[in-house]
């Protein structure tokens, strides 16, 4: 037999729900945060957006590091052309008290290797700034610098590498950009974003990668 209702004792609770009326339990995880793009929606291309998706944008110090390394790599054309140098200097005939030539005493061979030594070591240096700057850097999104200091080159909507033809002009814009006032790479250490001019014209961002 069911016992009358007491207005005065409390309602029962259903032991499977121990908390009534919809309040939260009192132990909750707590939500994951990106911890590199903070909380909300960022908009697409800005630092917050890149953090989020793809990963920490890298700051000035690594970058010079990785473009030093990539200069450096680039002087190896240097020696040939210093070869060069050295045998044409050798090779210049002599000069009398008046500054005239003395005929017989220059060596037109010797003057013709150093000529091409020089050649040689300006295509070498070329070479390896589009080998390593335009088509490595563009299709793999590191050149030599950038992979030995953990750092990449991506696309700064979609964090994919940009290509040769957007890192060439990249490159060139950047080049012509330093002729004038030497902003292009300086020009990061105030943006809010962290590009250079460079990389905003061509939308591109670096991030810091594991090295390997």
Do not use: C
Not at 4 to 19: G, I, K, R, T
Not at 24 to 39: F, H, I, K, R, T
């Amino acid at each position: 037999m069911s016992q009358p209702f007491d207005p005065n004792q409390p309602p029962a609770q259903n032991p499977q729900q121990p908390y009534a009326g919809g309040a939260p339990a009192p132990y909750q995880s707590a939500p994951q945060v990106n911890p590199y793009g903070g909380g909300g929606q960022a908009f697409p291309g800005s630092k917050a957006y890149v953090e989020q998706h793809f990963g920490p944008v890298s700051g000035f110090g690594r970058r010079a590091g990785a473009l030093v390394i990539d200069t450096l790599l680039s002087l190896i054309g240097i020696i040939p052309m210093v070869i060069g140098a050295v045998l044409l200097v050798m090779a210049a005939p002599d000069v009398d008290e008046l500054g005239a030539t003395v005929d017989g005493t220059g060596d037109g061979g010797q003057a013709a290797i150093g000529g091409l030594l020089i050649a040689l070591g300006i295509l070498l240096t070329i070479g390896i700034q589009v080998w390593n700057r335009i088509f490595r850097m563009g299709r793999t999104g590191q050149s030599v610098g950038k992979k030995m200091l953990g750092l990449k080159l991506i696309n700064e909507q979609t964090g994919q590498p940009i290509g040769a033809m957007q890192s060439f002009l990249r490159e060139l814009l950047g080049g012509l950009i330093n002729q004038v006032v030497y902003l292009s790479y300086l020009w990061m250490l105030w943006d809010d974003n962290k590009q250079t001019l460079a990389d905003k014209i061509v939308h591109s961002t670096v991030i810091d990668v594991p090295k390997s």
